[in-house]
């Protein structure tokens, strides 16, 4: 089968690996003739900017959770596929509440979690120094650790995944944007890119992040995904990276003003839910600067002494569906889609799941997150 993936982000360069090794186990011979395109290079997108944060740390709705936590065990095989990249950081995340209405949230999420089998602990000020010995937690907070979560390094993720989907025999066709899908009869026969030339696919898949929409749009498809445009809308936001601060942070850390983890370039990526809030398109450069300015000084309240810069504020867009949750399968004969926010936690799954799919045996887990549930 000929197969045109869209997009290297996390979610199209695991697919594309998964696809071109056929770990699904097809006969000898059997092997997809997998094509990538994509605009800029693998990572580059939503993948390389994002907080990265590996988990399944939500119990609010069980079958997500378990879809998650799925998710997680994957990604363990990948990164041990892989040898122990430097780029999957499996260190454990720690959270803390302070007020007494989040103590309690905090509390009843960790006996949620823990009924639901995920490893979720109340800790003492000595096992926090421990795992966190820089960082100053507020007396008489509530401290949460989470030790089966992690980080990923989304652009090197998404890049060594890539390579290894080129050295199976996947053709990687980069700095190239599929401008429209090829529509006949109504199915789809593949992609024109924007040098004119038609790549014509049995399969095309989808999986251009944040710019699905717009690529779908071409075949009369509309994505229910929020439009950053939109005045308040939840998808943008900001994450800011420091210049390198060695040893200052093992894993993640979540303050309720706060989230940080160590970066690619051994500093920190600093993000903040109140932050983000308030951040959208026409935010002007000032402000964004400013928020930099505004995350380094809550970084310097919990970790004293810490002496950095921001080195790189970035707005980004979420791939966010309005209701959350992944829209991952066929949508016309000839064309599947794969999107997901939390597509970091998600992508090597979804790749292994979609593997099953378009080669005749339907995954009963992505059943609740088909596109068509919103019409
Ligand atoms: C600030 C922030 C924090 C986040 N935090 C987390 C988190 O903690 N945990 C988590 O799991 N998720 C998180 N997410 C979400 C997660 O990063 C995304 O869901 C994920 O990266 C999406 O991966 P993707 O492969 O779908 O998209 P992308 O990484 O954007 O990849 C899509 C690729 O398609 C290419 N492309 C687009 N259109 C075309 C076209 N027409 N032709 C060719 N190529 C095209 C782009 O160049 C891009 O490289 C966060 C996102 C942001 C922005």
New binding site residues.
């Given amino acids: 089968m000929r197969i045109l993936v869209?997009?290297?982000?996390?979610?199209?360069a695991a697919l594309a690996d998964r696809l071109a090794r056929r770990v699904d186990g097809g006969p000898p011979g059997s092997r997809d003739a997998v094509t990538v395109?994509?605009?800029?290079r693998p990572g580059?997108?939503?993948?390389g900017?994002?907080?990265?944060?590996?988990n399944a740390n939500d119990p609010e709705d069980p079958a997500y959770h378990r879809f998650r936590t799925d998710a997680l065990r994957t990604w363990r095989d990948v990164a041990a596929g892989f040898g122990g990249p430097s780029w999957y950081r499996a260190v454990g995340n720690i959270a803390w509440a302070v007020d007494e209405d989040a103590k309690a949230e905090l509390a009843a999420r960790v006996d949620a979690l823990t009924r639901l089998g995920y490893a979720a602990h109340v800790i003492g000020g000595d096992r926090l120094r421990a795992l966190e010995p820089a960082v100053r937690v507020p007396r008489g907070a509530l401290v949460a650790h989470y030790p089966d979560e992690g980080f990923v390094h989304?652009g090197l993720a998404?890049e060594a995944l890539a390579r290894r989907a080129q050295e199976s025999g996947a053709r990687v066709v980069t700095g190239r944007?599929?401008v429209r899908l090829n529509v006949d009869g109504g199915r789809v026969t593949g992609a024109r890119l924007d040098d004119g030339r038609d790549l014509d696919a049995d399969l095309t898949i989808c999986?251009?992040?944040?710019?699905a929409p717009a690529?779908l749009a071409t075949a009369g498809i509309v994505l229910p995904l929020a439009d950053p445009s939109v005045p308040g809308s939840p998808a943008p936001?900001l994450?800011a990276t420091t210049t390198p601060v060695p040893g200052v942070l093992t894993g993640l850390v979540h303050g309720p003003e706060l989230s940080m983890r160590p970066a690619e370039n051994g500093g920190l990526v600093l993000?903040a839910v109140d932050i983000d809030a308030g951040i959208d398109d026409a935010v002007p450069a000032d402000r964004i600067e400013a928020a930099g300015t505004e995350l380094l000084a809550r970084a310097g309240a919990l970790v004293p002494g810490l002496s950095t810069d921001i080195t790189d504020v970035r707005r980004?867009?979420?791939?966010l569906p309005t209701d959350g949750y992944p829209l991952v399968g066929p949508q016309l004969p000839g064309l599947y889609t794969a999107?997901?926010?939390?597509?970091?936690?998600?992508?090597p799954y979804l790749a292994e799941l979609i593997d099953q799919e378009v080669h005749g045996r339907p995954a009963a887990a992505l059943g609740p997150y088909r596109p068509g549930r919103h019409v």
């Fill in positions: 869209i997009g290297a982000g996390i979610i199209g395109v994509e605009e800029r580059a997108g939503t993948s900017t994002s907080y990265a944060w590996f989304g998404a944007r599929a999986a251009a992040g944040r710019d690529l936001c994450v993000e980004c867009v979420r791939p999107v997901a926010h939390s597509g970091i936690t998600l992508g």
